[in-house]
């Protein structure tokens, strides 16, 4: 997930940006928010990958943050 | 409709003859209605040639006499005590004159005690009969959970961690203006007990895993209207291409939901802490193998009324967000933003603290913002599955078995609506809707967090001007004390997690939150008063009479019965109220300068309490400088001492002075900084 410094809903947008900054291919996945979007990075390799997020971490001027899109599971026991 | 008639222990008394109360004719609305018992040797006990009644006419009159109050008696309880009534005063102000006097043994308000509405779902009092073979049936204890956890010390305690939803019930059942989002895997919209009306559309959170790949979805699509719950099973195939383990579908949602929203009082089923009244919103963010971030932050903010891109306005904001679920321990940006976002919207968010034994909380319940719940066993110490740790608000009962035997029945398990299909869903017209059981239980802190939401629901019915941090601090201080017996023996008080588990424990407030959930009381704080005091004397002086003013504000509908005001802490001041100390506003008069505390305790005409205290500072009556200065010094040197005293008295003056007109604020303060100097000048030695 990335948090946009200007937010946008411009999904074509931020997806060709983040393949742009990140050097990989990058689907737009989900927004949570004018800011808060969910992109999937399409990488050869983990550590290819590893490489696209440090780029776009590195773009602060573009993202605020740069978090993985985890998974949250019930709490049941 | 059944009910439950909880009766006074001695106004409840059967006793014959009819109620005839010979009413003092003071003018007055106010009446006083008290129980008072002579002692065995009092002398107002004599035999008249009288009957009883008129035996205790005479007494009330001797007694009222007594105290300077008109008695009328009522109704005989014993030989040695009866009803007296008296106008113009409360039952506890009346009360506590009788109960001074030398010939009686006790005297107490003869308060009036209100039905208790039972549900009349069968499975609030017990579930089905327990069947060993075929594995089903029970808890005998029914929904243990939702109940009044008996007196502390008697038999009827058997479940102290109950909530007592039951008389929060009593204040409110709950308003369909407040709606309790439920994020979870959907809802089985058909359950049979989910058709009272309340249960809204919600919507379908869950999107794609990647572009056209809806496995984890289940429903072949992505983000969508249809907050059904398709089932969540992972098959073999899925637990290695999706990452997790092979299960069945949990209906997780349906139950959390229900045990929120399940239409209650009709017969059917289960009962729901919101009454059935309350309305309930699915959020769908859970599918096969757990649902993503961006979508669970996405729906926070939907649920509270905020905007999605690519997502229709949510018409119906929710006021409570419930969240059984959880994973990584660190709240990361995306939660504490989406939850602060909610709270300034006005929608309490609640978080179940997580399953793994006695570890860290989990996000998001970890996260600012968030109500985290943790769980108890029914006897209020931490069940072994619920984590712990500083960050959990509250604890509420979560489910716990005692019966830990192969094929024995759960005691104290919870129950809820689930469906019987194993992988997709049984349509209700097929039999479908069921609920759990002893057998197929409902445990883990998943279902502590929505009796923490379904409370904050109710509290949000009676007052819904409360904030987040309002309802959450209510919550807290309502809640009933942990326990530090009753639990299995030898085990240990909770500490602070160090990666290890953690199991059954005693809770302390630095582990388990402020307490263990007690609904009524939260409820009726919400509900009650919220006294306040305001000064009405702008500078109160010794020797004048200084006026203090209820400013309470109370829940909607609710009047104030009674207002009690009194002298905590007179200090040096010697304050006393003049006049009477039970109006709306009183009067006090200090005869020295310092500073006095007062209390009022305000009561509502559901009997709920509260009480708060200002502290007033007096100033001495007359602003004159003192002819001669003592010094207080032994010796020259340094810039001189200012007497205490002497810095009130212009104190005193400087705010008198500003309270006449804003406009002489600039001269008075220079009037009083030259007095200071001069003085300080005069203290030299």
Redesign the interface.
């Known amino acids: 997930?990335v948090?946009l410094v200007r937010g946008s809903?411009d999904?074509a947008a931020i997806s060709a940006e983040a393949t742009r900054i990140a050097g990989v291919r990058v689907?737009y996945?989900?927004?949570?928010?004018?800011?808060?979007?969910?992109l999937?990075l399409h990488c050869a390799s983990v550590a290819e990958c590893g490489d696209a997020i440090a780029r776009l971490r590195g773009a602060a001027d573009v993202y605020q943050?740069v978090?993985i899109?985890?998974?949250?599971?019930?709490?049941?026991? | 409709m059944r009910k439950l008639l909880i009766c006074a222990a001695v106004g409840a008394a059967a006793l014959a003859g009819p109620l005839s109360l010979q009413m003092p004719s003071a003018q007055s609305s106010t009446v006083a209605r008290v129980i008072v018992k002579y002692r065995a040797d009092s002398t107002l006990l004599r035999k008249q040639a009288l009957s009883v009644a008129g035996q205790q006419t005479l007494q009330a009159s001797a007694l009222g006499n007594r105290i300077g109050v008109a008695l009328g008696a009522g109704r005989a309880i014993s030989e040695r005590s009866h009803v007296v009534v008296a106008r113009g005063m409360t039952s506890q102000q009346l009360a506590t004159r009788l109960a001074a006097e030398s010939d009686v043994e006790y005297a107490v308000a003869d308060e009036r005690k209100r039905i208790l509405e039972v549900p009349n779902d069968p499975l609030y009092s017990s579930g089905p009969a327990v069947n060993t073979a075929s594995g089903s049936g029970g808890p005998v204890v029914g929904q243990w959970y939702l109940k009044p956890p008996g007196a502390a010390g008697t038999a009827a305690n058997t479940a102290p961690a109950a909530i007592n939803a039951e008389q929060a019930w009593d204040i409110t059942k709950g308003s369909p203006s407040i709606v309790v989002a439920v994020l979870d895997t959907g809802v089985r919209f058909d359950h049979s007990d989910l058709q009272g009306g309340n249960v809204l559309p919600g919507y379908d959170m869950v999107s794609e895993d990647s572009p056209g790949d809806f496995a984890s979805a289940n429903d072949g699509n992505a983000r969508d209207p249809d907050a059904s719950d398709p089932g969540d099973f992972v098959t073999a195939g899925e637990a290695v291409t999706l990452g997790c383990a092979q299960t069945s579908s949990s209906w997780h949602g349906t139950q959390t939901l229900s045990l929120i929203g399940a239409a209650t009082d009709n017969g059917v089923g289960m009962a729901s802490v919101g009454h059935g009244r309350v309305k309930v919103m699915p959020v769908r963010v859970l599918g096969k193998c757990g649902g993503f971030d961006s979508d669970i932050v996405a729906a926070i903010r939907w649920a509270a009324g905020i905007d999605v891109p690519g997502v229709p306005h949510n018409a119906n904001p929710a006021r409570v967000i419930n969240m059984s679920l959880g994973g990584s321990v660190a709240c990361s940006p995306q939660y504490s933003d989406a939850i602060g976002e909610a709270n300034q919207v006005g929608a309490v968010v609640v978080a179940a603290a997580g399953n793994s034994a006695g570890h860290l909380v989990g996000s998001p319940a970890s996260c600012p913002g968030a109500i985290a719940v943790g769980a108890v066993r029914h006897v209020g110490d931490k069940v072994g599955f619920s984590d712990l740790g500083p960050q959990i608000a509250i604890s509420a009962p979560g489910g716990n078995c005692v019966n830990t035997g192969a094929g024995e029945a759960c005691l104290y398990s919870m129950i809820a609506a689930t469906n019987k299909g194993t992988t997709s869903p049984i349509l209700n017209a097929a039999g479908g809707s069921t609920y759990t059981d002893a057998f197929d239980t409902t445990l883990g802190t998943s279902f502590s967090a929505p009796l923490v939401a379904g409370t904050a629901a109710l509290m949000l019915s009676v007052q819904p001007a409360l904030t987040p941090a309002q309802v959450k601090a209510k919550l807290q201080a309502t809640a009933r004390p942990f326990p530090t017996t009753g639990g299995t023996a030898g085990i240990p008080m909770c500490t602070t997690p160090n990666g290890s588990d953690q199991l059954e424990c005693y809770c302390t407030t630095s582990t388990c939150g402020a307490g263990i959930l007690d609904a009524h009381a939260a409820v009726a704080s919400a509900a009650g008063v919220q006294p306040a005091i305001s000064l009405t004397t702008t500078t109160p002086t010794a020797n004048q009479a200084v006026a203090l003013q209820s400013t309470s504000i109370l829940g909607p509908g609710r009047t104030i019965a009674a207002y009690q005001w009194s002298i905590l802490n007179a200090g040096t001041t010697g304050a006393a109220i003049t006049g009477a100390n039970d109006g709306a506003s009183v009067v006090v008069t200090p005869t020295a300068a310092g500073a006095f505390v007062i209390q009022l305790t305000v009561t509502d005409d559901v009997g709920t309490s509260a009480s708060t205290t200002l502290s007033v500072t007096v100033v001495s009556g007359v602003v004159t400088p003192p002819a001669s200065t003592p010094t207080t010094g032994g010796g020259g040197g340094g810039g001189g001492s200012v007497d205490v005293g002497w810095l009130a008295l212009l104190l005193g003056a400087v705010a008198a002075l500003a309270a006449t007109a804003p406009r002489q604020r600039a001269r008075a303060v220079s009037a009083a900084s030259r007095r200071g100097r001069s003085r300080g000048r005069s203290d030299r030695a």
């Open positions: 997930m948090k809903d999904a689907s996945a989900a927004a949570s928010s004018a800011q808060w979007h969910a999937a943050a978090e899109d985890g998974r949250k599971s019930r709490s049941a026991s």
